[in-house]
């Protein structure tokens, strides 16, 4: 006994010690797995990024292009004008003037970092509009008949190597931007190798955490699965050992009215041939005897009618408004007796048992019809609460009401409170109640308060198994 407390103490610092090491190894994977998460998004980042600039320098180029191609047909139509004046050779030279401005325009936008950029388009820009300086003024020549003049533009060469400065230029500004763009590649491969390392490297340890998160799972699962295993048989166990009991109380109790009637029956024999001989005192022991023998009776009947809950009945839909409208039929006697008053709102339709049920609304009234205060006209109330799973409902009355002490055990069976003749009954209705219940996968309880009255909840599934339910 003296080492008992050491060798607790040593079993809860052990399971310390191991919750401890799964938190700090969960962690640690949450990190990596954080790690890995944030690497591939980076990844896919860098990606997007690189295709997207590869798209735009593929722009860049046609736009280019289009430049280089819209100055040649301005070029191209003005020598059909000098040499022909035909004025259809200046169409190319109009249309040019339009898709050099919208080329220029598209080249301007396209998101370059690189500072020269901005200033070798601007040259370009400067030479376009010489070039096309030159090319207004020969054909200003052509068009006032000074085709000399307009010859000789042409003679001095300046066209030509303005022309050959253009495509220099265009040339140089996509060879720029292509050199940058592959420096920027070699770049962000580079990166994503490192990237790729880390992941690499986070990957591996991530093997080694969950195998060590195994290692340490692995005991408790097995322990589990043997628990899970253990309580399963267990639970057969009980299960079969409580149709066993079912069984016995069944034939006991049935078995126990054969000789309770015959003593009842001597009781009658005896009274008939020899009541005139006895005296008072006898007469009151036969009474006594009479009484004690009746009270018998109905308590095995009432363990033969619990036995019996949900053995021969069959899963249906119940109209609960039109269930307790027969109901207070059959207890108007009593109702109009204890001038009681029993409201309920609109019920829903439910599945269940409906012998039971009718008998577990049927116990609750009949409940508050017993215990109702003197001189006090009983008040019941029935109400509903849809839940996602189940509906509540609750009984309330304006009744004596239960002691606090008294509310846990009153379910009990043959729990009877009030030992006088003032209430009559078993003590076996509410442990009916409570297996009837159970039957329908529900929780039964109360709340009262002495001389205020009581109020019975108890819930009932919307899933009830019509080929495995609980008992």
Not at 106 to 128: C, G, M, R, T, W
Not at 183 to 202: D, F, G, P, T
Not at 263 to 275: P, Q, W
Not at 381 to 392: A, H
Request: hydrophobic share 35%; glycine share 4%.
């Amino acid at each position: 006994m003296p080492f008992q407390k050491p060798q607790q103490d040593e079993k809860i610092h052990k399971k310390q010690t191991e919750s401890r090491r799964i938190v700090r190894t969960l962690s640690i994977g949450l990190g990596l797995i954080l790690i890995l998460l944030v690497g591939y998004f980076v990844s896919q980042n860098i990606e997007n990024n690189v295709q997207k600039r590869l798209n735009d320098i593929l722009v860049l180029e046609n736009e280019l292009g289009d430049l280089l191609s819209s100055m040649q047909d301005a070029e191209t139509g003005q020598r059909g004008f000098v040499i022909t004046t035909d004025k259809k050779y200046l169409e190319p030279y109009y249309q040019s003037i339009e898709k050099t401005a919208k080329a220029v325009k598209e080249i301007e936008a396209y998101p370059n970092q690189n500072p020269n950029f901005k200033s070798n388009l601007d040259s370009v820009k400067i030479l376009i509009t010489k070039k096309y300086d030159k090319i207004k003024t020969t054909i200003y020549y052509i068009e006032n008949n000074q085709s000399e003049k307009a010859i000789e533009v042409v003679k001095t060469g300046t066209g030509k190597r303005t022309m050959d400065e253009i495509r220099i230029q265009i040339k140089k500004l996509g060879k720029e931007t292509y050199e940058d763009f592959q420096e920027s590649r070699e770049e962000i491969i580079i990166l994503n190798k490192i990237i790729l390392a880390i992941q690499i490297v986070a990957s591996i340890a991530m093997l080694f955490i969950f195998y060590n998160i195994y290692s340490i799972l692995r005991p408790l699962i097995d322990n589990l699965v043997a628990s899970n295993t253990e309580l399963e048989q267990r639970r057969e166990t009980l299960k079969e050992k409580n149709e066993q009991l079912e069984r016995f109380a069944y034939i006991a109790s049935h078995d126990l009215n054969e000789p309770l009637r015959t003593i009842t029956s001597m009781i009658t024999i005896l009274e008939e041939d020899y009541g005139d001989k006895f005296d008072a005192e006898a007469k009151q022991n036969f009474n006594f005897i009479t009484s004690a023998a009746e009270r018998m009776k109905n308590m095995i009947d009432g363990i033969l009618n619990y036995s019996r809950i949900g053995k021969s009945s069959e899963i249906e839909k119940i109209e609960l408004n039109v269930l307790l409208y027969d109901l207070k039929k059959d207890l108007s006697l009593l109702i109009e007796k204890k001038q009681a008053t029993i409201s309920y709102d609109r019920l829903p339709t439910i599945e269940g048992f409906s012998l039971e049920i009718r008998q577990l609304f049927q116990n609750l009234i009949t409940n508050a019809l017993k215990f109702s205060k003197e001189n006090t006209p009983p008040v019941i109330e029935i109400s509903v609460e849809e839940q996602s799973q189940r509906w509540k409902f609750a009984v309330k009355d304006n009744g004596i009401g239960i002691p606090e002490e008294h509310q846990k055990k009153i379910f009990g069976i043959f729990a009877k409170l009030h030992r006088n003749s003032k209430y009559e009954g078993q003590g076996i209705g509410l442990a009916f109640c409570k297996k009837i219940v159970s039957l329908h996968k529900g929780k039964i309880g109360v709340r009262s308060q002495i001389d205020e009255g009581t109020t019975f909840y108890f819930t009932i599934s919307k899933n009830l198994n019509h080929n495995n339910y609980e008992i």
